[in-house]
């Protein structure tokens, strides 16, 4: 499956982005999906994830929860991440990530075989 990103931006602190991942080659319906970030000079870290189509279970980091919101759309055979009440510490690349499988836990990057190529968000003060 290739996934592509989009939808990133420069917005002021308190502001709202979508972000789009979609998918080609393959329907999302059997993967489950993620969001991670990395900042400059960081690790790339868990945003949020959403299991697969039929289920949609999601989880988030404790850092944008009641922020953002992950969702998918079958359909579209896409993905979401929903950004809201931005703030200047959520600037970094955001990459959407899928899997068949997950046989650890969900968070960690290295259980996501499939990678989109990245999307800059930068939160200004």
């Known amino acids: 499956v290739q996934l592509q990103a989009s939808g990133g931006g420069l917005v002021q602190a308190g502001g709202s982005l979508r972000l789009s991942c979609d998918a080609s080659g393959r329907t999302l319906d059997y993967y489950h999906m993620a969001w991670f970030r990395q900042a400059p000079g960081k690790e790339r870290e868990f945003v949020a994830y959403i299991s697969q189509a039929g289920i949609s279970t999601t989880h988030y980091a404790d850092f944008v929860k009641g922020r953002f919101t992950i969702s998918r759309d079958n359909a579209k055979n896409a993905v979401y991440l929903q950004m809201n009440s931005l703030k200047p510490e959520d600037t970094a690349v955001y990459y959407c990530?899928?899997?068949?499988?997950?046989?650890?836990?969900?968070?960690?990057?290295?259980?996501?075989?499939?990678w989109g190529q990245g999307t800059q968000v930068t939160v200004s003060s």
């Open positions: 990530a899928a899997d068949r499988y997950i046989y650890s836990t969900y968070d960690e990057w290295y259980e996501y075989d499939y």
